[in-house]
């Protein structure tokens, strides 16, 4: 079947989205960015990949988050994305923010996983080719690797943007003091970190509460959120059992015993405070995260663009009374 060719909302900056900088640069963000890490990889149907990109893209969603290891398969999600490129994207590629990352495993023997700079170079040049890019946006190292020198890991991002494969750098889930020298010298070196990236959420406030976002805000780095919705957790997707279809049934990253008595008692309590607020768990969470402008953006994943529909109304609840932010304290505390 020839697949009609893509025309882009008209309205796209227009129907709601809200764009925020990133830190000291001249980088601005959607507040809800699309990640591409379940879901947009071979065991989902091309068109349903599509349909979710299009939908996104169509609502002010420009920035799109990956990883040489994202799928399942491993790879696939960037070949998808690669796919997107050459039927859609194209034409928009000066409006789309992408990103991806290395250092977590990705091919077999010592080359394939962590912080050297072969890996993270060889990773960076496999991902440009599945995702039919000249340059990434924006380059990550994935995670801090405590065997590799830090300045062999942050000298390859340097050298990675001074070569023209990406224009910005980001960190993700760095530890505090490695976060704070890879700031310093990323900056002495005039490529400072663009994002920092990490798990925050309603009831995961790590970052937080070990000072790395306020450490990331003096440093001049924007900051972004992963797992916004604790996988899934905090939605509506829990509340009366494991559907099949969910992230949970799969028991592989979103583990069935999180869903314990307490759990379950705590989502239906901040459920009926959404309720009472005019949302949707999944938008009270999101709101929550996002009515603290130190936050640049927060990624979603998402299996329906519903879901993704649902997740946008959360632009409209970013403020919350005193008492609503105690109650929330209270509940997540249950
Ligand atoms: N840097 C890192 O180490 C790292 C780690 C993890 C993630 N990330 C990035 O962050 C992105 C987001 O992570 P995440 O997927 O864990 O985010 P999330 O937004 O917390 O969870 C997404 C999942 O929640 C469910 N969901 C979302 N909206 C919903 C709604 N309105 N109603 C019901 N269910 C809803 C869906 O689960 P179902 O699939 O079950 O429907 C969806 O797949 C990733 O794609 C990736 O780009 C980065």
């Known amino acids: 079947m ?17 764009y925020r900088r990133a830190g000291r640069s001249g980088i601005q963000l959607p507040l809800l960015s699309l990640g591409l890490w379940h879901n947009f990889g071979s065991r989902q149907t091309f068109s349903k990949v599509r349909e979710m990109a ?9 920035h ?6 994202y799928g399942p398969e491993y ?12 039927t859609s994207f194209r034409p928009y590629r000066d409006e789309l923010f992408v990103s991806t990352k290395a250092g977590y495993d990705m091919w077999p023997g010592p080359y394939g996983n962590w912080g050297s700079r072969k890996y993270l170079m060889a990773s960076l040049d496999q991902s440009l080719r599945r995702m039919k890019l000249d340059y990434v946006d924006l380059f990550y190292s994935h995670r801090y690797d405590p065997a590799t020198p830090l300045e062999e890991t942050l000298q390859a991002l340097v050298d990675i943007v001074r070569g023209g494969k990406a224009l910005y750098v980001g960190l993700s889930r760095y530890p505090l003091e490695a976060a704070r020298f890879a700031f310093d010298y990323l900056a002495a070196r005039d490529v400072p970190c663009l994002l920092f990236q990490d798990r925050c959420n309603l009831l995961d406030r790590a970052p937080i509460e070990s000072g790395v976002l306020d450490l990331t805000v003096a440093a001049g780095s924007g900051f972004i959120v992963f797992s916004p ?8 997707r829990y509340l009366n059992g494991i559907p099949a279809d969910s992230r949970m049934a799969e028991d592989r990253t979103l583990h069935r015993d999180v869903l314990d008595e307490a759990m379950l008692h705590r989502l239906q309590s901040l459920d009926a405070l959404a309720r009472e607020r005019g949302q949707s768990l999944a938008g009270m969470s999101l709101s929550w995260l996002l009515r603290d402008e130190r936050v640049t953006s927060v990624i979603i994943g998402a299996s329906s663009t519903a879901q993704i529909e649902e997740n ?7 403020d919350f009374s005193e008492e609503e932010l105690t109650r929330i304290e209270s509940l997540v505390r249950l």
């Open 54 to 62: 299009h939908y996104a893209f169509d609502r002010g969603i420009v």
């Open 75 to 86: 790879g696939t999600a960037e070949e998808n994305f690669g796919r997107l490129m050459e």
């Open 229 to 236: 919705l604790a996988q899934g957790l905090l939605t509506n």
């Open 2 to 18: 020839i697949e009609p060719v893509y025309t882009p909302s008209p309205s796209r900056y227009d129907d709601g989205m809200i």
């Open 64 to 69: 799109f988050d990956l990883a040489n290891n």
């Open 312 to 318: 946008l109304r959360s632009l409209q609840g970013l």
